[in-house]
């Protein structure tokens, strides 16, 4: 799942009946700008986030990354080299 919370869900009760019996059958991954206090307000409901985060926490591991990233880095990076190819002086044609 890429960008849980980017907007609202709809329907969240759903989310959660079949989420417990499938993190018991595979691995899943989570990609969310939103932290955990969030959820409620992601999910329309704090008792469904609760009980969501509840069966998704259970065997998992969390990681927290900070920084920016792959594509603001390439973005960065871009205009760092559009902005020395602009203001670096260039040898007359001879």
Do not use: F
């Not at 009946?17 to 329309?44: D, F, P, Y």
């Amino acid at each position: 799942m890429d960008e849980l919370g980017y907007l609202p869900l709809q329907g969240g009760v759903g989310a959660v009946s079949g989420c417990h019996a499938m993190v018991l059958k595979t691995s899943i991954i989570m990609t969310t700008n939103r932290s955990v206090g969030e959820w409620g307000q992601v999910l329309g409901d704090t008792t469904v986030a609760a009980a969501m985060l509840d069966r998704l926490l259970h065997r998992s591991v969390v990681l927290n990354l900070d920084g920016d990233s792959y594509r603001l880095r390439d973005h960065h990076a871009r205009s760092e080299n559009l902005r020395k190819a602009t203001t670096t002086p260039r040898q007359p044609l001879q």
